[in-house]
Nanobody, 120 residues
């Protein structure tokens, strides 16, 4: 299973970005898929997850600004990020696993990450 992220970049405060993650190598719908973030000097933390049944969970910092979605036919996970703030600056990772939650050790498959930088 190979997640590959794209869509990161540099934006100004208040801007938007849409991250994508194509997951190849196995049946996409078998997995819980999630977005994590890691800022310099910080632990990796969960942003949002979507499970095999389409149930979505957001971390508190993502509620109201970020939207996770998936297109099973395209094996693709998305994260729409609106009203971006400088504290959203981080490397964003796509992950796939058999169990949900925000503990990174639950996810066996990880992408290389896509950098998001928000300037004030």
């Amino acid at each position: 299973v190979h997640p590959v992220e794209s869509g990161g970049g540099s934006v100004q405060t208040g801007g938007s970005l849409k991250l994508s993650c194509v997951v190849s190598g196995d049946t996409f719908s078998r997995y819980v898929v999630a977005w994590f973030r890691q800022a310099p000097g910080e632990e990796r933390e969960g942003v949002a997850t979507i499970d095999q049944d389409g149930v979505i969970t957001y971390a508190d910092r993502a509620k109201g600004r970020f939207t996770i979605s998936k297109d099973t036919a395209k094996n693709t996970l998305y994260l729409q990020k609106n009203s971006l703030q400088p504290e959203d600056t981080a490397m964003y990772y796509c992950a796939a696993g058999m169990y949900g939650g925000f503990a990174s050790q639950l996810y066996k498959y990880w992408g290389q990450g896509t950098q998001v930088t928000v300037s004030s």
